[in-house]
């Protein structure tokens, strides 16, 4: 059946009919050839051999009259017989000759040619002979004893020669239509054997035919419809031997690629599920860490805010001190010793100051970091939003606005560092002003002015520690509000997270109804 896969379903069903049509023909054209020869045999009985035959009964019936009116001759009769006789006798020659040549049209033969010319020329020997008794029974002497001599010896002779003549001829004709018979019998034996014989092959090579055609069509149908159905029912683990060029074998060729496409389709999405899941699993995870990072930075925060508050009342309390050493200056004549016991207060102060700047400037270090991890897991969370693709895209504009608050965040703390930095460093030179003052006290009266002078520095500069104070109390607030968003957007991004992981469970779901060889394994 290879060669059939290889032929259109027209060309294949046309070849079939064709073949049983072929033979068909066959059987007709045997039918016609076996029925012209019976149709000549016949023709040539009927028109030949039986015509021969009769006319040869014919010409031997008339001979035996004129040999029987012959014999009556040689009879004793009277004249009116004898004249009647001789014309019976008469009638008899003419009407063999007549019988000669209506057979004559049916000579077919040399041999049959050469027998009609032997029973023409028997016969005229024959007939000399007839004429030689008749002239010896009308003579005047007539020889009756001669005559009957003559017609028992040469007589009989030549009209035994003539009838063996006829009846070879006859037995010829006869033997011809036997011939016509047997041969006719022949050819109906042989066309029914040729019938017979084209008749089966025909049906067997029909029978074959159809067999192989509808088994060509069939078979492929019926693994089409069960491929179908496989599909259908969610299997696609079936493999599909299309071969053939044939409609048949281009639709199973056609549900090949489908079910192959089908089959790669549900192990992509299968696979592109377990990798949301597992995205969606370690996003969930990040931002648990991110969640739990935020609320340290939060409470970090808070305490940023409380010791700004205490700096806060601290400065306030310096410049309080600073105005009240700026009246007392005037009066450091009369109260050095106070004036010692201040400049001790302020050197204290100074040193409370200095070291509430060191725990500013660790808790901004403390914010800077958590700025830098906050921008990092902002990163990750882009980078992961990027692998999620349409369905991260709003998570990606999220991580990018905590990123930019992060970013945010670490310039503030850096400013307020530095501010910090400036503050302490005025603090500083407070300090050494303070110690100056504490070694020159025994110059104070002498120097009243220039302390009224510094104590006005240190009051200006207390009102700068203040104003950066106030600044940094700002800065701080905001990076709580920016800390309080963060928050928000991680259960905003871990909602997102888990509504994506409950899509992916949905999804493999969905997918886990076809059966495909990749996700059996």
């Avoid at 023409?120 to 002239?135: G, K, N, P």
């Avoid at 299997?235 to 790669?264: F, H, P, Y």
């Avoid at 950066?468 to 997270?497: C, F, H, P």
Wanted: net charge negative.
């Amino acid at each position: 059946m290879a060669f059939l896969k290889n032929m259109k379903i027209g060309r294949r069903l046309g070849v079939g009919f064709a073949l049983v049509l072929l033979l068909l023909s066959a059987v007709g054209c045997v039918g016609l050839v076996q029925s012209s020869r019976i149709y000549a045999g016949t023709r040539a009985i009927s028109e030949d051999w039986l015509p021969s035959v009769e006319a040869l009964s014919d010409i031997r019936r008339r001979a035996d009259d004129v040999r029987r009116i012959s014999l009556r001759e040689l009879l004793p009769v009277d004249e009116d017989g004898m004249r009647q006789l001789r014309a019976r006798r008469a009638e008899g020659v003419t009407g063999f000759a007549t019988a000669m040549k209506a057979y004559a049209r049916y000579l077919s033969s040399d041999d049959e040619r050469r027998l009609y010319e032997g029973i023409e020329s028997s016969w005229a020997r024959y007939l000399e002979t007839s004429d030689q008794i008749e002239q010896l029974m009308g003579s005047a002497d007539a020889n009756l004893s001669s005559a009957r001599q003559l017609a028992a010896s040469e007589g009989v002779t030549r009209f035994a020669t003539t009838l063996s003549f006829i009846d070879a001829d006859t037995k010829l004709n006869h033997e011809g239509s036997v011939r016509e018979v047997q041969g006719a019998n022949a050819a109906f034996a042989s066309a029914r054997r040729w019938t017979l014989t084209l008749m089966i092959a025909a049906l067997l090579a029909g029978v074959s035919t159809a067999i192989l055609i509808t088994r060509s069509i069939t078979i492929p149908l019926q693994e089409s419809v069960q491929l179908a159905e496989r599909v259908a029912q969610g299997d696609l683990s079936s493999t599909v031997q299309a071969g053939g060029n044939d409609e048949i074998g281009l639709l199973l060729a056609s549900l090949r690629r489908m079910n192959e496409g089908l089959r790669e389709t549900v192990v992509r999405v299968s696979s592109g599920s377990r990798s949301i899941a597992m995205s969606s699993a370690e996003i969930a995870t990040g931002n648990a860490d991110l969640s739990h990072r935020t609320e340290e930075q939060a409470a970090s925060l808070q305490e940023t805010a409380a010791s700004m508050e205490q700096l806060a009342a601290t400065v306030r309390r310096n410049a309080d001190d600073a105005g009240k050493g700026n009246s007392l200056a005037w009066q450091a004549c009369e109260t050095a010793r106070s004036g010692e016991a201040i400049v001790d207060r302020v050197v204290q102060t100074m040193s409370d100051i200095s070291a509430s700047s060191a725990q500013v400037t660790q808790i901004i270090s403390v914010i800077e970091g958590i700025a830098f991890q906050t921008n990092i897991l902002a990163l990750n969370a882009a980078v992961e939003a990027a692998r999620a693709g349409e369905q991260g895209r709003g998570f990606a504009v999220v991580a990018s606005e905590v990123r930019t608050l992060a970013q945010r965040s670490a310039s503030a703390a850096k400013e307020v560092k530095e501010l910090i930095n400036r503050a302490v460093a005025t603090v500083t030179n407070g300090s050494a002003l303070v110690e100056d003052a504490g070694i020159t006290m025994r110059e104070i009266l002498e120097s009243v002015q220039r302390v009224a002078e510094l104590m006005q520095k240190i009051s200006a500069a207390s009102a700068e520690q203040h104003a950066g104070i106030a600044q940094a109390t700002v800065a701080i607030s905001q990076m709580d509000e920016v800390t309080q968003r963060n928050a928000a957007l991680v259960e905003q991004v871990s909602a997102t997270a888990q509504s994506m992981a409950a899509e992916s469970r949905s999804l493999r779901d969905i997918v886990s109804v076809f059966k495909v060889p990749e996700i059996d394994r």
